[in-house]
């Protein structure tokens, strides 16, 4: 992780917010290549889930809505997170991702650490060593098999195991509080009354824009049951850990479908044909299959309008975690509108000619999380012959060229002679008005074959003396097994058609 943090503020992908000021945790701000790389993705999926299906309709509404909509939706009351604060180190966690693993000493249960998911047993196995000094007891044995292998929730532990625990920032046992309800949804006010009647929301999700839109869009008369609504946008949540770079932000942005579907449909063939599509849509952008797995959320765990949820996990540096969840809503949001707003929620079904509130499949996508995938499985180092015939190692974004920021780069093969620039600037030209591709007359040609290799640029485009001198062929370079080939300008045109825009 911390590699990819750095190639992405070197090469101009993420920047930490407010960086002047030191910084803002949970925002980020995208760079020249995050930008491109981040609207490419969102294009992607626009293509494939708007564009190119017949059920689905697209929106954009307003993050800022009535408030009611969240009284509604169960946010104003629910939405919340079990929060814990170290009274030392004035640090704050989420007590669903903090556990809790026994110390004992020879055979006598003496205490508790407290250490974040994730956690290797290194330092769990630290932080017991610091409670056996703690104690005074250095000659002790300690239990080490049942403190790596038995751990259990911070929500489950009691008053009594909490006093006898070592938070995972403090130096001494007792600093922890008792969990409690953290609201994430950001609050403002709107209009020029300061009073709680002014409260508003920037919406955590936003799929209630959906919802709330729903009669206009089935007014329009296009739509006709299954159908999807697709919203793109920001959402904002006052994540008590904003952590793991831009794997859980502050502020992110989402990609939504609400899918509504008959209340007797057979929701469980179509949640699986949802998640099949969602998987081939991530396989098509770059994502290696076998990096991506299926959390199933137990019957007990979930929300009570839920009928099933499952999470399109990926493995992140950080470990296995959600990347797309994709939930069988029923008809629970729809109906609280109805009953909060007074309007009838209600589908006319000419097919059947019977009148119901639709339920809903619901596959739900973060757009940070989806590129810091793509930057996880881009991102590799293998070993090229240099210039000089020696072997180095190079640093490369496997981008795959639908989303890459730049598409190709082009190179005359020196930058002194006016002839080989102007056909590569005429190129450049002609390429540029298709796709964002690049230009660099400076250094070395293996210096600038790796600088693009860096941000992942697919291919490189040379224009050299049998250019201009012969049949106007150039050299066109593949990124990834830097092999080279001789192709007319007609043929690279073809190729990169069929790379780029090809799936
Ligand atoms: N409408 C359903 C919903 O919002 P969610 O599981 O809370 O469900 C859906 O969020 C997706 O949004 C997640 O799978 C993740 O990709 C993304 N997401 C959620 N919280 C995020 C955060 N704090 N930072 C970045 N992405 C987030």
Same mark, same amino acid.
């Given at each position: 992780m911390e590699e990819l943090v750095g190639l992405c503020k070197r090469r101009g992908f993420i920047f930490p917010s407010s960086e002047i000021y030191g910084g803002y945790t949970g925002f980020f701000d995208y760079g020249p290549l995050g930008v491109e790389l981040r609207n490419n993705i969102k294009q992607a999926w626009w293509q494939d889930? $708007? *564009?190119?299906?017949?059920d689905v309709e697209g929106l954009d509404s307003t993050i #800022?809505? *009535?408030p009611d909509i969240w009284k509604a939706s169960g946010h104003v009351d629910g939405f919340s997170d079990p929060m814990v604060d170290c009274k030392e180190s004035k640090l704050r966690y989420r007590a669903d991702q903090l556990f809790v693993a026994a110390v004992q000493l020879d055979s006598e249960q003496v205490g508790y650490v407290a250490f974040l998911e994730g956690s290797d047993s290194a330092s769990i196995l630290k932080r017991a060593k610091k409670v056996r000094d703690l104690l005074d007891r250095k000659q002790s044995s300690l239990n080490e098999e049942l403190l790596l292998q038995s751990h259990i929730e911070?929500?489950? $532990?009691d008053a009594e195991q909490r006093a006898l625990t070592l938070g995972?920032?403090?130096? =001494? $046992? /007792?600093t922890l509080t008792e969990p409690r309800e953290f609201k994430l949804m950001f609050e403002t006010k709107v209009g020029?009354?300061?009073?709680? %009647?002014?409260t508003a929301y920037l919406r955590p999700e936003t799929a209630q824009g959906i919802f709330a839109n729903y009669k206009n869009i089935v007014d329009t008369?296009? $739509? &006709? #049951?299954?159908f999807g609504i697709a919203q793109i946008g920001k959402a904002f949540r006052n994540e008590i850990t904003p952590r793991n770079f831009i794997f859980r932000s502050r502020e992110f942005e989402q990609m939504e479908i609400e899918y509504f579907i008959a209340p007797d449909a057979d929701w469980r063939t179509l949640h699986r044909e949802w998640l099949d599509t969602c998987i081939s849509w991530l396989v098509s952008i770059g994502?290696?299959? /076998? =990096?991506i797995s299926e959390d199933v959320h137990p019957k007990d765990k979930l929300?009570?309008? %839920?009928q099933a949820t499952t999470d399109l996990m990926f493995h992140f540096p950080h470990g296995e975690q959600e990347l797309w969840g994709i939930a069988c809503r029923s008809d629970y949001d729809l109906k609280q509108h109805q009953e909060h707003s007074g309007k009838s929620m209600e589908l006319f079904d000419e097919a059947s000619k019977s009148k119901f509130v639709p339920h809903v499949i619901e596959p739900s996508l973060g757009v940070d999380r989806t590129l810091l995938a793509v930057l996880t499985a881009a991102y590799c180092q293998d070993e090229v012959p240099n210039e000089k015939g020696a072997t180095e190692t190079r640093t490369l974004l496997k981008f795959s060229p639908k989303i890459a920021p730049y598409k190709a780069a082009i190179f005359p093969?020196? &930058?002194? &002679?006016p002839e080989l620039v102007e056909r590569a600037q005429a190129l450049y030209k002609k390429l540029q008005r298709r796709w964002n591709v690049f230009y660099d007359a400076s250094g070395a040609i293996g210096r600038r074959y790796r600088r693009q290799d860096e941000i992942g640029t697919p291919y490189g485009i040379t224009i050299d003396f049998d250019t201009i001198e012969k049949d106007g062929s150039v050299t066109l370079r593949d990124r990834d097994t830097c092999e080279q080939k001789r192709v007319s300008e007609a043929e690279l045109i073809d190729f990169l058609e069929a790379q780029i825009d090809g799936h």
């Open positions: 889930f $708007v *564009h190119r299906r017949d #800022i809505m *009535h911070f929500t489950e $532990v995972p920032d403090a130096t =001494a $046992v /007792d020029p009354l300061a009073d709680d %009647s002014a008369g296009r $739509v &006709k #049951i299954p994502l290696p299959r /076998d =990096a929300a009570f309008y %839920s093969l020196l &930058k002194n &002679k």
